[in-house]
C-alpha cells in the first residue's frame, strides 16, 4: 500500500478520538453508544488504527464500524493485510511472547475477514490531516514515517519533532503504543488517546479515549475511560482459542508482559491511571481518591517522567542514560533487574521496589532470587557501615594516645 493523506478540510464541533479497536466488539458497541448520547457526528469520530487485531470478531467489528460511518487511518495490521502478509507487523522482538501471540491471532484475522471487508481495509490512508480551531491536525498510527514506531511518554523525542516538521502539525494524534498519554514539545502537542481494545496496564478493566472541543479559542481535550461487557469478549477470544493471555488481560488489566514498553512505562503497571480535564492543551493528572495516610503515595510511580518539567535538559538526558542502563549489554535484563531490587531495597526507595518487583516477575525472576538479591543488598549495606568501624577505632586510638 503506498503512503496515503487523506485531507478532510476543516472540522467544527466535538471530535472523538480513540484507538486499537482489536476486533473488540463489545467496547466498540459502547463507545458508539457514548458517541450517540454526546451527540457527536460518527465522521467527527477518528480512529487511530489497528481496528482490528487480538480479539475474536473482526469481520462483526469491521462490518459495524464501516456501518456506524466513523474515520479512520490504517494501523500496521490493516496495512499487513491489505498487503496480503504473512505476519502483523507489529514491530515485535522475534521470539517474544507477543511475536509468538501474533501467530495465533493474526492468522485467525485474515481468515475471518470478507473479501469486501479487506477491500475497504486496503482503501484506509495511512494519515489524515484536518484543520481544527486554527490549527493544523494531523493522524498517524505509530509515526508518521515509521506506523509500526513504539512511542511513549518517555522515548522517543527526536521521531516525535521530526514528525512535527514532516507534517507541518501543531497537534498530532497518535496511536499504535496502546497507553494514553499527552506531550508537550516546543509548544505543540503529541497526544495518544488511548485504545479501546485493551486495558490500559493500569489493573483496571477501564479502556480509553479521548474528546476534543473548541472553547474560548482554545482547543481543549479529555481523557475518558469506560467499561464495557469484556466477559462476553473474553469467552470468545477462549472459545476461539485466541491467546489466553491476552483474553485474561481484559478481566485484569495488567498485560501479560511489557516488552515493548520503556523502563519508566514498566513501573505505572498496574497502577490506576487518573488523566482528568485539560485546558489550553495542559492535561492534568490527579488520584481518583485521597491520597494514602503515608509519606508515599504508589501513584506517583506515574509521575516519575515529570521531574523533567523542571529542568527539562537535565530530565531528558537522565531517562536517556536510564533506558540505555537497562538494555541487554554484558549483563542480561534478568541480571539487571535482580541488581536493581537488590539496590531498590539499599536505597529505601518503595517506589523502585514495586517496580523492580513487577519487573522481575515479568522477567520470571522465582521469589527465591528476588529474596536473595535483597540479603545480598542487606550484607553488603550492614558490612559497609561495619568497616567504617575501623575509621572509628582508628581516631579513637589517634585521640587518646
Not at 487511518?73 to 493485510?81: C, S, T
Not at 473474553?234 to 482459542?241: A, C, D, G, S
Not at 517522567?305 to 537497562?326: A, H, P, Q, R
Request: charged share 25%; proline share 3%; hydrophobic share 35%.
Amino acid at each position: 500500500m503506498d503512503k496515503k493523506i487523506k485531507h478532510i478540510g476543516a472540522k467544527t464541533g466535538k471530535i472523538l478520538l480513540f484507538g486499537g479497536v482489536y476486533s473488540n466488539l463489545q467496547a466498540l458497541q459502547k463507545l458508539i453508544s457514548i458517541a450517540e448520547a454526546a451527540g457527536i457526528a460518527p465522521d467527527n469520530c477518528i480512529c487511530t488504527g489497528d481496528i482490528t487485531g487480538y480479539c475474536a470478531q473482526p469481520e462483526e467489528t469491521v462490518s459495524l464500524f464501516r456501518q456506524w460511518g466513523a474515520l479512520s487511518i490504517a494501523g500496521n495490521v490493516e496495512i499487513q493485510l491489505a498487503n496480503d502478509s504473512e505476519d502483523c507487523g507489529c514491530d515485535f522482538k522475534a521470539g517474544g511472547r507477543c511475536d509468538d501471540f501474533s501467530k495465533m491471532w493474526f492468522p485467525y484475522t485474515k481468515g475471518r475477514l470478507s473479501k469486501n471487508s479487506l477491500e475497504w481495509i486496503s482503501n484506509l490512508p495511512e494519515n489524515i490531516s484536518f484543520d481544527y480551531g486554527g490549527k493544523k491536525i494531523t493522524v498517524v498510527h505509530g509515526n508518521y514515517k515509521n506506523v509500526s514506531e513504539y512511542i511513549f511518554k518517555s522515548n522517543a523525542d527526536v521521531s516525535k519533532k521530526q514528525c512535527f516538521e514532516a507534517t507541518g502539525s501543531d497537534l498530532v494524534i497518535a496511536g499504535h503504543c496502546g497507553l494514553p498519554f499527552h506531550q508537550s514539545i516546543n509548544n505543540k502537542i503529541w497526544l495518544n488517546p488511548g485504545v479501546i481494545g485493551m486495558p490500559a496496564n493500569d489493573g483496571t478493566t477501564r479502556v480509553w479515549y479521548v474528546l476534543m472541543d473548541i472553547a474560548e479559542g482554545e482547543i481543549k481535550y479529555t481523557y475518558r475511560s469506560f467499561e464495557y461487557d469484556y466477559l462476553t469478549t473474553q469467552q470468545l477470544m477462549y472459545k476461539n482459542h485466541l491467546p489466553e493471555a491476552y483474553a485474561d488481560t481484559l478481566s485484569s488489566g495488567i498485560w501479560d508482559n511489557m516488552e515493548i514498553l520503556p523502563e519508566i512505562e514498566k513501573m505505572g503497571q498496574g497502577i490506576p491511571i487518573a488523566l482528568d480535564h485539560s485546558l489550553e492543551n495542559n492535561i492534568k493528572t490527579k488520584t481518583q481518591k485521597q491520597m494514602a495516610d503515608s509519606y508515599y503515595d504508589p501513584k506517583d510511580l506515574r509521575k516519575f517522567s515529570k521531574i523533567t518539567e523542571w529542568s527539562e535538559e537535565l530530565g531528558t538526558k537522565f531517562f536517556d542514560y536510564y533506558g540505555k542502563v537497562f538494555e541487554e549489554g554484558a549483563l542480561s535484563a534478568r541480571e539487571k533487574s535482580l541488581i536493581a531490587l537488590a539496590v531498590s531495597h539499599v536505597v529505601k526507595c518503595p517506589y523502585c521496589i514495586d517496580a523492580y518487583t513487577k519487573d522481575g516477575l515479568q522477567k520470571g525472576i522465582t521469589k527465591e532470587e528476588m529474596m536473595e538479591a535483597v540479603h545480598v543488598g542487606a550484607a553488603i549495606e550492614s558490612g559497609a557501615t561495619l568497616v567504617h568501624g575501623v575509621q572509628m577505632m582508628n581516631k579513637y586510638n589517634k585521640l587518646s594516645m
